[in-house]
């Protein structure tokens, strides 16, 4: 069963528009999530990440907002750039725990 | 970047066909992983290491092994390959626990098992 959940497979923005990618998670017991962004034929690449402690966290265009009691976060992206267009994983880990659950990704193309 | 590379990068092989897949990395990270990325699943876990010789099952580890006898190396092995084994593969490394530290990743290993 999928405990990290993107439901939006694919997102149309406009360039210089905010990108906002969604993610939902199952497990009370996650701790720490984490953005990944993955162009063709490579591997993903670390974006962004957050504590459960907070409930944001700011790193230059990218914002990760985080929802314990909705049990879901997000990844705004302002402004939008072509260089954007990549599909975004979500992840998850629970304290002590050597796995990180992924979500299924979502596709992001930035319009010029 | 970790430097991390993956071979081979692209394999074709037929059904109960041992195949194995390389890792190496040249930034002396303790923890080396290999994930699945299949459509509808995302990424998932099959089996990490966190020192030589010392490994552990992922989420998904039937129908593979790994060995780690170097800091550097991780090797993946599919004893009798499956057709439900077609996946791109990818290796990642971190410092510390995946958990709270940053996974670099390879380029990936796309497997096709006919």
């Known amino acids: 069963d999928q405990q990290v959940k993107q439901n939006s497979p694919s997102l149309s923005v406009q360039e210089g528009r905010i990108s906002i990618l969604n993610c939902d998670y199952t497990?009370?017991?996650?701790?720490?999530f984490l953005w990944y962004k993955k162009y063709p034929a490579e591997g993903p690449t670390f974006l962004i990440s957050i504590s459960s402690i907070k409930d944001k966290n700011e790193d230059g265009r990218f914002t990760v907002f985080l929802n314990k009691s909705a049990k879901h976060l997000s990844l705004h992206i302002v402004p939008s750039q072509p260089g954007d267009s990549a599909v975004y994983f979500c992840a998850a880990s629970a304290a002590g725990a050597n796995n990180l659950f992924f979500g299924t990704g979502t596709r992001l193309t930035v319009i010029p | 970047d970790a430097g991390i590379t993956q071979s081979p990068r692209h394999k074709v092989t037929e059904t109960g066909t041992p195949v194995t897949l390389r890792c190496h990395q040249t930034?002396?990270?303790?923890?080396m992983y290999w994930y699945r990325q299949d459509p509808g699943h995302g990424l998932r876990l099959i089996h990490y290491s966190y020192g030589v010789k010392d490994t552990d099952k992922g989420e998904v580890s039937d129908g593979y092994s790994v060995s780690r006898s170097k800091t550097e190396d991780f090797l993946l092995t599919l004893e009798s390959a499956t057709s439900s084994q077609t996946s791109v593969y990818f290796c990642?490394?971190?410092?510390?626990?995946?958990?709270?530290?940053?996974?670099?990743f390879g380029e990936g290993s796309r497997l096709t098992v006919l």
């Open positions: 990642a490394t971190s410092r510390g626990q995946g958990n709270t530290g940053e996974l670099f």
């Open positions: 930034e002396n990270h303790r923890y």
């Open positions: 497990n009370s017991m996650f701790d720490y």
